[in-house]
Structures are given as C-alpha cells and as structure tokens.
C-alpha cells in the first residue's frame, strides 16, 4: 500500500523526482500530450501546474521509455492515452512492455490480451506500475523530511488540506490536534497519534486554535 503525505506537487518538484525538465513539462502540457489534472485551473505563477502523485508516476514512466530506450513523443501519446484511459484502475493491474521498437499494453481487464500484437516467442521487457509508483513514493518522501525552521509553525497553502492552517511541513490540521487536545489528550497521547509532530508542534498547534477559538467567541 501506498503511504504518501504529498499529493500536490509543483512543476519544479516534478522536475526533480523525474529528471524531466520545465521546458518538456510546459510543452507537453501545451500540446496536449500530458497535462496536469489540476494545470488549467490556476492561472500563472509557481503553483500554475498542480501535479498529482498519479501524474507524477505517469510521467516518471514516460521519463524512462523516452531516455532509457529513445521513443518518440508520437510513440509516446500512446502512453499518455492508456494511462489516461485506466486513470482509476490500480497500479497493480496496469502494466506496458517494451518489445523491440514497440509500446505493448496489457488490458487490466483481460490479462491474456494485449493491446499490440506480440509475435511469437518474441522477448519483452515488463514495466509494473506498480514497482514505479514505489520508486516514485520512495523518492516523493523526501518532501516529508521537515526542516528545523518548520517546527512549531503553522502554515497554510492553497493546495494543502483545503488551505486550512497546518502545521509547516505537514498535512496535520492545527483543528486536528486540537480536537485530541479537547478531549482530553496530553501532549505524549497526541505525540502518539501523530508521530511525525514534535512537543513544539502540538503546543503551536493548541495556542494556535484556541487563539481562533477566542476569537470567534469575541
């Protein structure tokens, strides 16, 4: 099972998890070829091209079949359109292989059936998604790894939790604490229930709320 805090990621952070550049990135989303799910809907500016954990695997994928064995971008749509097209179907079932200067695709629906047609004893080499979209989640959790400067902070950003206030680094809601907090949990209790938190954080978080709460009483 996938465990992944980060599920919104910027065009530059794409970059980095698959050594795809911003020019490729803006012009395959100009022409169509893989777009963000969430690109259309910001405008301009660092946050203008959302991607989610989904895309990012898909586009580490096309990374691979573009430097690892030099497809073209036509060959490529292909990709693009099988990826789109199973888009909620698990990573378990999905899976492509290279077979000479070919693209084949398994159907997860039929597993004995291929979209391209193999010939017969020919050799090829099978891309799980599965295995990438654990490479890609092994490599995305180096975004959890909080700086010393984002302890005991609260933040909130647009495409985080809703932007509702969490704590910096985190997708753990200031409320979230604070509901433990009401009821009654000490601070090793909620230290337990969210690990990744440090004293700091959940005495930031509290103060926080109970700032908010006052003030929605005045």
Not at 74 to 99: C, E, I, M
Not at 119 to 145: C, D, N, S
Request: aromatic content about 12%; overall charge positive; some cysteine.
């Amino acid at each position: 099972m996938l465990r992944i805090d980060v599920l919104a990621f910027s065009a530059e952070q794409v970059c980095r998890l698959t050594g795809l550049s911003l020019r490729q990135l803006r012009y395959w989303d100009h022409t169509e070829f893989f777009s963000p799910e969430h690109g259309s809907d910001y405008g301009y500016g660092a946050f203008s091209r959302i991607y989610t954990f989904r895309d990012v695997v898909g586009l580490y994928t096309i990374a691979i079949l573009r430097k690892k064995f030099a497809f073209s971008l036509q060959k490529l749509r292909t990709v693009g359109r099988y990826l789109n097209k199973h888009h909620d179907t698990p990573w378990s079932s999905l899976t492509l292989f290279v077979a000479g200067r070919e693209i084949v695709f398994r159907d997860p629906n039929d597993p004995d059936a291929y979209v391209s047609t193999l010939k017969p004893g020919q050799r090829v080499l099978p891309i799980e998604m599965e295995k990438v979209a654990h490479h890609v989640e092994a490599k995305a959790r180096r975004f959890q790894t909080r700086r010393r400067s984002q302890i005991g902070k609260i933040e909130r950003q647009r495409f985080v939790v809703h932007n509702s206030p969490v704590l910096a680094g985190t997708r753990i809601p200031t409320a979230a604490v604070w509901n433990l907090h009401a009821a009654k949990y000490n601070v090793e209790a909620i230290l337990r229930e969210y690990p990744r938190l440090t004293p700091d954080d959940v005495r930031a978080a509290i103060a926080y709320e109970r700032k908010r709460q006052r003030a929605k009483a005045g």
